[in-house]
């Protein structure tokens, strides 16, 4: 139609070289008249398709070897590219809303360049389509996601249209479902999308599933449906006209979810579960749970054992005010030490347990041995040997390691320690 749109309107604009404007409003007229006439009369749609087939579908996964999930759909001349990535807490967005500060763990970006329509037109950013296409993108995605207790990442999904011919909305939650399963999100289910469209003239209509750029344009509606096997998660509807019956809407959100579990065998054959593991250019991450009164000591004055912790590990640490912690890296190592520095800082003094820990202070009775951060217990001088100990610095000296015993915790949280029963111990 292009091709002939353009040889037309050249061969006109030759002959009425000041009736440009009026050549190409008369041939968007005609157009409009008989592609409808083609749809209600004849039964075909411009492109050949019956009324509920869908385009030809390809699906691809892993397609950028860097990113943490990726995929590639394409439905006819619509072709989006999606990619995952995963991070911390601290790549979660700040809303800030009249409500207050909240922050969102789920962002998804839809970027629409010009090339993806042929146009050689500059980036101005992003417009109110592509805020809005990514909103319901991110609506039909967001309820199949895991919890953040399940799966405590902040999740992004990129969708950039590489071609577009009508309905790269809905290729972005096809294309966005497939690369959170290739990312090892622990989905719920695959997600697939389609729009459907009518023509309708008094009682005569059709309605269309995966409907082209040109039906969307000469048609009376744009109706996106997305979901799984089990129900929908989004709709959003344009409409051109008045007097939608429940019949028809209900014929319409039918024809959808036979397209859509067309779709979704399609998808599934490329990749039905999330993947077991995750890339290995995402962070591990893992959440613990400490009491609120520790999250003091686990900080430290003025952030000192945090600091510490991070730099000894070289993992990232986040404290919630609710008592989680999350601890993320690259490194399933730094992780894991990160992991026993925490439990490190946190943990209570245990009476009868034995502690590792440096002599702090020395005084003429005893001395004060750091048996956990910041927790500090007494060796009396009669507790540092089996034998009489004249003096303190005859057995023991400042900075000295030694090993000790908790003999008890006193009612005003005094620790007891003692040297002499450990040695007794390693006796028998």
């Not at 409009?32 to 209600?40: F, P, S």
């Not at 030809?56 to 995952?84: D, K, M, N, W, Y």
């Not at 709709?235 to 014929?251: E, N, R, S, V, W």
Request: aromatic fraction near 6%.
């Amino acid at each position: 139609w292009s091709a002939l749109k353009k040889e037309v309107k050249e061969s006109l604009a030759a002959q009425f070289p000041e009736q440009e404007s009026s050549i190409s409003f008369l041939l968007e007229d005609i157009m409009y008249r008989k592609a409808r006439e083609l749809i209600l009369n004849k039964r075909v749609r411009t492109d050949g398709r019956h009324f509920d087939d869908i385009r030809p579908i390809t699906c691809e996964i892993g397609v950028l070897p860097r990113a943490h999930g990726s995929a590639l759909f394409t439905r006819g001349q619509t072709q989006a590219l999606a990619s995952t990535t995963l991070g911390s807490p601290d790549d979660m967005q700040i809303m800030d809303e009249l409500a207050g500060e909240y922050k969102e763990r789920f962002m998804l970006h839809y970027n629409f360049p010009g090339f993806s329509t042929g146009e050689a037109k500059p980036d101005r950013g992003t417009g109110r389509r592509e805020m809005g296409h990514g909103a319901l993108a991110k609506r039909a995605l967001a309820p199949l996601l895991p919890t953040e207790d399940e799966f405590p990442y902040a999740i992004r999904v990129v969708s950039d249209i590489l071609e577009s011919n009508g309905s790269s909305s809905m290729a972005s939650v096809c294309g966005g479902s497939l690369s959170l399963f290739d990312a090892g999100v622990p989905m719920k289910s695959s997600c697939a999308g389609v729009a459907m469209g009518l023509v309708k003239e008094g009682d005569n209509y059709a309605i269309l599933t995966d409907i082209m750029g040109m039906e969307d344009h000469l048609g009376d509606m744009d109706f996106k449906v997305t979901g799984t096997r089990k129900g929908i998660t989004a709709l959003q509807m344009d409409i051109k006209i008045t007097g939608l019956t429940p019949d028809l809407m209900a014929q319409a959100l039918e024809q959808a979810r036979g397209a859509r579990m067309r779709i979704l065998d399609i998808m599934e054959k490329t990749i039905s579960t999330p993947k077991a593991e995750l890339s290995n250019y995402a962070p591990r991450m893992v959440t613990l749970m400490i009491p609120q009164s520790k999250i003091g000591e686990l900080i430290g004055p003025g952030g000192k054992n945090i600091r510490r912790i991070q730099e000894q590990s070289g993992a990232e640490i986040n404290i919630e005010d609710d008592g989680r912690v999350f601890i993320s890296s690259t490194s399933k190592e730094a992780v894991d030490t990160a992991k026993q520095m925490v439990d490190f800082f946190t943990a209570d003094v245990e009476v009868g347990r034995t502690y590792r820990g440096k002599v702090t202070r020395i005084l003429n009775f005893g001395a004060f041995v750091e048996i956990l951060p910041g927790k500090e217990g007494l060796v009396h001088i009669s507790q540092l040997a089996e034998t009489h100990v004249k003096k303190v610095e005859d057995v023991v000296h400042e900075g000295d390691e030694i090993t000790v015993k908790v003999v008890e915790i006193d009612n005003q949280g005094r620790i007891n320690l003692s040297r002499k029963a450990v040695l007794a111990a390693e006796k028998k």
